[in-house]
């Protein structure tokens, strides 16, 4: 293995399809209109010197190190600025340009140090190639660099010396060494969209300053290393990379945190990960990171990790490490008794959304196969199983519409109960160029998100809607499309069951779901809700792309069908730039739900009831499989606490701090005999479970992920794993415990069997994904390299489907003892339930829960900033510290949970989707009141955690 080289072309790519032929040193190069002399050149081959061009950012044309001369053109012109034309005659090196470049060259290096041998950059420095490239043998100049090399002179103070930056957990700020070519403040502004960085100062003086002359933590930068891959010195440079050293090959994986599903270069040093550069040919996030992906990786190797399989008879025993044997055969013999005595449907599983689709695939495989029930299920029960319902019914498959690309694309974009550039930073951040690009933006949503205003980004929108009324707000929506004639017949007649349209036009042209009506509902004014409907149906491509917010209520399922209905009667669907787009929360969420992991639905969500789909897997698994569908994740607790469920096991997922009502979570896993945490930490689940088998991290497996935009991409493995096993070799050695003849030798072969028995999987495999990088399902005869845009020549289900959205209020309701609406959500630096992030300096940003109170609420309550508070409810309460802000309405109060201390999910309430019960989140009726410290609760679980993490006798690791 080597390190993967990726060309920098200098510019980037230009669009046009129209072709420009012209001569560059003496060879005939054609390249698309637009394209810049420097891309052409290097297009066929030829680098001309450069320092401050990159083809992330555009073209700067100031360090003029890439002078050209072109006939017919005085003087010689940047190559990174000049575009080609027609006929053109240009020479990259010439005596005079050699000259002037060495020139350059010389002022360059004579206000810069010479510690190349023991720099952090020595073998990965731009301004040392170019040096050479030049053919510098000296500087006229001396390098004395009096401006800021030095700290002192001759025991006088350099008052132009300014000293390295290290604030920043995870890389330097050399002011000495930068050049200041400007690429990082380039690469803040256009890739990020943060503009946290400048260049002060002039001539000599001038630097980058991060803010107004801060600190890199203490600035507005998010740390998303933008900056610090486009430097081409050791100005920025990461700190792995000093303290290990330059990497030596490189493995291309995908990231195994939110659902963009970024593409990266892990760059190593034997089985020590360097750094993870973003990697340019991905398609999810074309070469840009956000803090998670790039620099939060740590905990694959922290202390915390469990490596050996821990076994114990009660939940207040310590536990005892044992061999992978004997962890094993108690699990498969527990199961056996359980079923021997309770029933075969006393026992199920849940399945990881951090997991690969191969790893999924099998937890699934041993219910079904193993365990013989349906009894399986995963985290996206809690997230995105309305999503599932609602675009299925009205679209005839359960997924988004569109690839990332179509951003670029969209005219008007309406972000619905989410927030990219926290939640999905690098979505976000390609959103927000659009947006500087003129695309207008609606934000629907209770919080003032930061897309609402930001630099160089302004909503024309901001409808902050009552939590829990989304269906009437979009109905209302609606309700202005159709009585105003904004609909797009043509697109219905041809697209749509008609007859389902006319009635629900019907429905929604009703005096009760006007914007004047449902203003009273909502809390958004009547003109706001008709000017934003005005927009998305006359604004051009018009796109949704939506969260949690929208998912995690009552009426979840029917806010999706809502969406749907939008995006039909505007004809928005089927092309680039527009569709109905859901925001996945974790890496694999879209990946867990296609793999057959509910319990009422098989690989490729064909429903356990069809006999035909039972067949392929009967046949190929040779077992019978039951026809009814098993437990859902809120039953199961509901019949363990009835005495008919009785063990669980639990795959890469946090139930006691991801679920709602933690009460009824601890008691339902208290009342249960085995429960099993395959996991890489001893996480909140682990509290109450009997068997511990330790899980891998991404970097030590092979597999796939499969990310929001339904693109299923190669995880691969870089590092031996430290517990010993893959994930998907602990299921196959669970199965083969409990008498299955599993016998896989690699991931790809259960990839083929994926593929052989899930239609939108067909074309799927690891060849393929090998020679095209990634594709988006479905892939199949039909559409061999995959199918980027969904429903272009039809729906899955033939007609869409126009449903019927009724509003229904929320059982959830506030009251004297509860007047305050509580909302939950995700910060940037976090993620999930902070597992991993927790366990990385991400921290530094956000260690701890706060809860956003309106100015307004806190002062009738007595709240200053940073007051212990007790937030309570009618399921619990808990306490944290608050913070006043303007951000959250009067009435409503915000926090995050992503801190198991603060247990936010202790407050809220059992209220479900009525389709999925996907938990109610977004809608917790609260009351908060000052507090001196921890809750009973806190206290009593906090001493029960420590309890329970217990370890008696510890074994070498994989023992």
Known sequence: MTLIHETDYGTPAARSEAMVSLTIDGRTVAVPVGTSIMRAAMEMGTQIPKLCATDMVDAFGSCRMCLVEVDGMRGTPASCTTPVAAG??????????????????????????????????????????????????????????????????????????LPKDESNPYFTYDPSKCIVCSRCVRACEEVQGTFALTIEGRGFDSRVSPGMHESFLGSECVSCGACVQACPTATLTEKSVIAIGQPEHSVVTTCAYCGVGCTFKAEMRGEDVVRMVPWKDGKANRGHSCVKGRFA????????????PMIREKITDPW???????????????????????????????????????????????VRAG????????????????????????????????????VEHSDVVMVIGANPTDGHPVFGSRLKKRLRQGAKLIVVDPRRIDLVRTPHVEAAFHLPLKPGTNVALLTAMAHVIVTEGLVDEAFVRERCDWSAFAHWASFVAEPRNSPEAVEAISGVPADAIRGAARLYATGGNGAIYYGLGVTEHSQGSTTVMAIANLAMATGNLGRE?????????????????????????????????????????????GVTLDNEPGLRIPNMFDAALDGSFRGLYVQGEDIVQSDPNTHHVTAGLSAMECVVVHDLFLNETANYAHVFLPGSTFLEKDGTFTNAERRIQRVRKVMTPKN???????????????????????????????????????????D????????????????????????????????????????????EKTGPRFPLLLTTGRILSQYNVGAQTRRTANVVWHEEDLLEIHPHDAENRGIREGDFVRLASRAGDTTLRATITDRVAPGVVYTTFHHPLTQANVVTSDYSDWATNCPEYKVTAVEVAPSNGPSDWQRSYGEHAAQSRRIAHRLDAAE
């Open 297 to 308: 990786w740590g905990y694959t190797t922290h202390r915390d990790r469990i490596l050996n």
């Open 577 to 621: 730039g527009v569709g109905v787009n859901p925001l996945r929360g974790q890496n694999n969420v879209q990946g867990s739900c296609d793999m057959g992991s509910f319990p009422h639905e098989l690989p490729g969500y064909r429903h356990i009831s069809d006999d035909a789909t039972r067949d392929i897997f009967e046949k190929l698994w």
């Open 88 to 161: 053109m005659v240009v020479r990259t090196q010439t005596e005079r340009l050699a000259q002037i470049r060495k020139g350059v060259m010389e002022l360059y290096i004579s206000d810069h140090p010479l510690d190349c041998l023991t720099c952090a950059a020595n073998g990965d420095c731009e301004l040392q190639d170019m040096a050479g490239a030049v053919g510098l043998r000296e500087v006229r100049y001396g390098y004395e660099g009096e401006n800021h090399v030095v700290a002192s002179r001759a025991g006088a103070v350099n008052d132009r010396f």
């Open 371 to 406: 365990f013989g029930n349906n009894n399986v299920d995963t985290c996206a029960r809690v997230c995105h199983s309305p999503t599932g319902y609602g675009l299925k019914t009205a679209f005839g498959t359960s997924a988004g519409t569109q690839d990332f690309d179509s």
């Open 768 to 811: 393929k994904l090998e020679a095209l990088g990634s594709v988006q399902w479905p892939c199949n005869d039909k559409a061999p390299e995959g199918t980027p845009v969904m429903h272009a020549a039809g729906f899955v289900r033939g007609q869409g489907l126009f449903m019927i959205t009724e509003y229904v209020a929320t059982d």
């Open 320 to 366: 005892r490490e044992v061999s992978w044997d004997e962890a094993l055969a108690r699990v498969a013999s527990e199961f056996r008794r359980i079923q021997g005595t309770y029933g075969k449907d006393a026992i199920g599983g849940i399945t990881s959304s951090r997991c690969t689709n191969e790893e999924t695939y099998l937890v699934q495989k041993l």
């Open 724 to 766: 010993g096993y893959a994930d998907w070799e602990v299921t196959q050695r669970l199965a083969q415990a409990m008498g299955l003849p599993w016998a896989y030798t690699h991931p790809g072969e259960i990839m083929d069997e994926i593929a052989a028995t899930t239609p939108s999987f067909a074309g799927v495999s690891y």
